[in-house]
């Protein structure tokens, strides 16, 4: 399955401030072509901590598009999304899974959220090649993956991103902000993960850098 990584970051590659403050950190343009991107794939993929604190819709919201919505995903080993977020709310409308390391919640399914359960690894974190075969399953072969720098890195970890989309928008917000990708444990330049980059546009004042996997 084809896994795209989204970054939207400051030019120091910080997705919010130290108090989490992260809207807008890029400009319309950019969150315009965020929006084509996610019409372009089956799935869009994002993190319990980021569905928890800005409660995402993970819709496309293009003028005049009609086309189908990408499946809306989120790792959630404990299952904490709430009844009243709009994740679960809409999953009737939606389709939505919950990725969890722990039985099926009555009240998700009830509400009409799916829930693919995967083996857990190191803390809690359910296994990411299962749960990639397992969205598979579901018919979702395209995955467009918007999720914080823990679930970035652990993509990256497990050598399972194909391409990058990396918006940068031109402002510097420093080292107590909160990083685009987490700790990678990557204890030499040879054991990085690599990419090409292909194609570089403005959007306005941003730039938006787009990569490959070698």
Known sequence: ???????????????ATASGQSRWITGERSRQAVHSLR?????????????????????VRLPGYAGPQPARVVLDSRQRLPDGCGLV???????????????PAARLLEAGVRVLRAPAVGEDRPELKVVVQALAAEGLHRLFVEGGG??????????????????????VI?????????????????????????????????????????
Request: with cysteine.
């Open 1 to 15: 399955m084809p896994v795209t990584l989204k970054l939207a970051t400051s030019l120091d590659g910080r997705i």
């Open 39 to 59: 019409a372009q794939h089956d799935a869009v993929l994002v993190g319990a901590e980021t569905a928890l604190a800005d409660d995402p819709e993970l819709t």
């Open 89 to 103: 709310a809409s999953a009737r409308q939606v389709p939505t899974y919950v990725v969890a390391t722990t039985k």
């Open 150 to 171: 823990q679930v970035a890195a652990s993509f990256l970890r497990c050598g399972l991103v194909d391409a990058v989309e990396w918006f940068r928008a031109p402002i």
């Open 174 to 214: 420093g080292g107590e902000g909160r990083p685009a990708v987490g700790a990678l444990a990557v204890s030499g330049l040879a054991d990085a993960p690599h990419f090409r980059r292909t194609e570089v546009r403005e959007l306005g004042e941003d730039l938006w850098e787009r990569y490959e996997r070698i």
